[in-house]
């Protein structure tokens, strides 16, 4: 409770305000806190990514796949293509129709950075649709 004192008088008057002051000044040394605590939570940790258990996905009639080599090279369907022209082979497999769903498979020694510059060749290629194809979980009984 706080007391409001005035010099002039004899009485002293309740007020009935609360001083938000100092919560205030906790929240935002608690801010300050988890600001800086975030980053440092989710930097270097080390990934173990489980085997996907989702319902299967309707494929398209006449799917077009990229593959990633152990050795970085592209094929697409059977055909193996070169990195600078992928684009033009793209454009012909799609009738240039750059909404086309690309189904990229890479092998498991293909490095993430290996497989991010495929993507990123894709999309500078203008196929931003790009499905990720993995195994399935089996279940034993």
Do not use: C, W
């Amino acid at each position: 409770m706080s007391v409001r004192l005035h010099h002039g008088e004899d009485t002293l008057d309740e007020v009935h305000e609360i001083n938000v002051t100092p919560f205030i000044d906790v929240i935002l040394v608690l801010l300050i806190i988890f600001m800086v605590a975030a980053p440092l939570a989710t930097v270097d940790i080390a990934v173990d990514l489980p085997v996907s258990s989702a319902q299967q996905q309707q494929r398209p009639d006449k799917p077009l796949y990229l593959s990633v080599k152990p050795d970085l090279t592209l094929a697409l369907g059977d055909d193996v293509v070169a990195r600078d022209g992928l684009t033009g082979f793209l454009d012909r497999a799609t009738s240039n129709n750059k909404d086309t769903r690309i189904f990229l498979r890479a092998d498991k020694a293909v490095s993430y950075g290996d497989l991010m510059d495929v993507m990123n060749l894709l999309r500078a290629a203008g196929y931003l649709k790009i499905a990720l194809v993995g195994l399935e979980k089996t279940t034993t009984p």
